[in-house]
């Protein structure tokens, strides 16, 4: 099942539906709807996001896009990295090395290596995360 049809709509958002459907119900079809009520959808989807409040109030998704403007959205930020450990082990000849990434996305790269000098493991890094997108 979708995730997003299984979530609870906020009360807002079911009130202004209720006034969405009652005016619907008074008007002929595709008559324009009140700039009253797109202030509200404006504002519910600043709060709740764009495609949380089209959807249940059947409102044109690029429409309510394009009545945000240059307004910040709300939005779920990615959870960066809190650190990176290297462990450096004693330099001795042909000493094992692993170096453990671990993406926001949930992806890991291990690199493991035996070697008497580090690779060039920021390039490693910087590769990889490229690809993550």
């Given amino acids: ?5 299984t979530l609870p709509i906020p009360e807002a958002i079911v009130q202004l539906q209720r006034q969405l459907d009652q005016f619907r119900s008074t ?14 959808a404006v504002e519910l989807a600043r709060q ?11 409102l044109d998704y690029m429409g309510l896009k394009k009545r945000l403007g240059g307004v910040p959205i709300r939005r779920r930020k990615a ?11 004693h330099a001795t000849p042909l000493e094992e090395c692993v170096i453990e990434f671990d993406a926001p996305s949930g992806s ?13 493991w920021v390039s490693l890094l910087r590769a990889w995360r490229e690809a993550e997108g």
Avoid at 35 to 40: N, P, T
Avoid at 79 to 89: G, Q, S, Y
């Fill in 79 to 89: 959870t960066k990295p809190a650190f990176v450990e290297l462990i450096a082990p």
């Fill in 1 to 5: 099942m979708n995730r997003k049809s």
């Fill in 108 to 120: 890991k790269m291990r690199i493991q290596w035996k070697a008497s000098a580090p690779r060039d």
């Fill in 27 to 40: 008007q002929p079809q595709r008559t324009k709807l009140p700039e009253s009520l797109w202030q509200a």
């Fill in 48 to 58: 709740y996001g764009i495609y949380p409040v089209a959807h249940p109030l059947r």
